[in-house]
Nanobody, 126 residues
Framework: QVQLVESGGGLVQAGGSLRLSCAAS????????MGWFRQAPGKEREFVGG????????YYADSVKGRFTISRDNAKNTVYLQMNSLKREDTAVYYC???????????????????WGQGTQVTVSS
């Protein structure tokens, strides 16, 4: 089992940056692929990006590619989402999630993730 707690959300102007963190409990954090999702008001939750268990592979939704970067520090049981060049349409509640899967998998769908954080609000103003 793993428990996830996000932090780092807030209000930022368009064009600005934020870094979200997701702290995980449990000794097996390094065995999970980690993902970030987001949900805007009135919309379905969508995949933002993911990172493999060892951080060697990252992958992103087209909407954030080139602007967002995911990284992880297994020694600190933490995964990060660096968000640059933020746009108003990035406004959402951001969730981190953990997937217990094979090392080469690249999970990108809700049902592939078994553990979720409570979410952190990101609001981008114009």
């Amino acid at each position: 089992q793993v428990q996830l707690v996000e932090s780092g959300g807030g209000l930022v102007q368009a064009g600005g940056s934020l870094r979200l963190s997701c702290a995980a409990s449990g000794r097996t954090f390094s065995s999970y692929a980690m993902g970030w999702f987001r949900q805007a008001p009135g919309k379905e939750r969508e995949f933002v990006g993911g990172v493999s268990w060892n951080g060697g592979s990252t992958y992103y939704a087209d909407s954030v590619k080139g602007r967002f970067t995911i990284s992880r520090d297994n020694a600190k049981n933490t995964v990060y989402l660096q968000m640059n060049s933020l746009k108003r349409e990035d406004t959402a509640v951001y969730y981190c999630a953990a997937a217990q899967t094979t090392p080469w998998a690249r999970p990108a769908r809700d049902h592939e993730y078994g553990y979720w954080g409570q979410g952190t609000q990101v609001t981008v103003s114009s």
